[in-house]
C-alpha cells in the first residue's frame, strides 16, 4: 500500500539556521508533491508544488527538492524564524488523489 | 477574499448522536473536500465534490456517514450515528480545478470542525 514517512520526532532549530524536513514514500508514482504549513487550530496553508520533472523550487526562504529515484522530498526553511514554528506536511498528488504525511513539527528558538 | 468557512468550529456530543458540518468554499472554486484529520496525523480524504458531483467517496464510511452538496456551492456533512472514535477534525478544503490535469490545483483549508464524541 501507499506509504509517506515524515520525520516523526520534532526538530528543534536554533533561530538563522536552515531547518531541513524529509519527506519520503513508496509505492506511489505522484506526478506532484505539495508542502503545507499547518499552525495548532488551523487548516494546513500550502507552501508550494513541485512536479516529477522538477528538481528544485525555491520561494523567498523556502526551497524544496524531490527525487524520484530516492522517492524522497527535502524541504529547507532557510534563516529560520520563531514564526516558522509549525506543523510542515507533505502532500503527493497524482491519479486525482492527494495523499498527506502525518507532518513534522518545527520549534525554531529565538 | 474570504477564506472557507466552516461551522460549527467545535462540537461535543454522546456518542449515539447525529451531528452534521457545514462548509461554504471559496467562491468560484468548484472542487470541495471533506477530510478527516486524527492527532499527530495528516488529513484523510472522506469525499471529493466536482461541482455537485461526488466523483470520490472511496474512503466515506457509508453506514454512517453521508455528505451533499447542494448547487455546487456549500456543502453538509453528517454522522448518524456518532460512535467514539469518530472524535476528530474534520476539514473542508477547496480549489479551482482546472481543465486537463485534476489535482495540481491548490486546496483551500477551511479551520476544521473539532468533533469530540463523549
Known amino acids: 500500500s501507499q506509504k509517506i514517512e515524515q520525520n516523526s520526532e520534532a526538530l528543534n532549530i536554533q533561530e538563522g539556521k536552515t531547518a531541513t524536513l524529509t519527506c519520503n514514500y513508496t509505492n506511489y508514482s505522484p506526478a506532484y508533491l505539495q508542502w503545507y504549513r499547518q499552525d495548532p487550530g488551523r487548516g494546513p496553508v500550502f507552501l508550494l508544488l513541485?512536479?516529477?520533472?522538477?528538481k528544485e523550487k525555491r520561494k523567498e526562504r523556502l526551497k524544496v527538492t524531490f527525487d524520484t529515484t530516492l522517492k524522497q522530498s527535502l524541504f529547507h526553511i532557510t534563516a529560520s524564524q520563531p514564526a516558522d514554528s509549525a506543523t510542515y506536511l507533505c502532500a503527493l498528488v497524482g491519479g486525482f488523489k492527494t495523499i498527506f504525511g502525518a507532518g513534522t513539527r518545527l520549534f525554531v528558538k529565538a | 477574499e474570504a477564506g472557507v468557512v466552516q461551522s460549527p468550529r467545535y462540537k461535543i456530543i454522546e456518542k449515539k448522536q447525529p451531528v452534521a458540518f457545514w462548509c461554504n468554499p471559496i467562491?468560484?472554486?468548484?472542487?470541495l473536500y471533506w477530510y478527516l484529520q486524527n492527532l499527530g496525523q495528516g488529513p484523510e480524504l472522506l469525499i471529493r465534490y466536482e461541482n455537485e458531483e461526488a466523483v470520490d467517496d472511496s474512503q466515506l464510511p457509508k453506514d454512517r456517514f453521508s455528505a451533499e452538496r447542494l448547487k455546487g456551492v456549500d456543502s453538509t456533512l453528517k454522522i448518524q450515528p456518532a460512535e467514539l472514535g469518530d472524535s476528530a477534525v474534520y476539514l473542508c478544503a477547496s480549489s479551482k480545478t482546472s481543465g486537463g490535469v485534476s489535482g495540481t490545483d491548490t486546496q483551500y483549508f477551511g479551520p476544521g470542525t473539532r468533533l469530540t464524541v463523549l
Open positions: 513541485i512536479r516529477e520533472n522538477e
Open positions: 467562491s468560484g472554486h468548484n472542487t
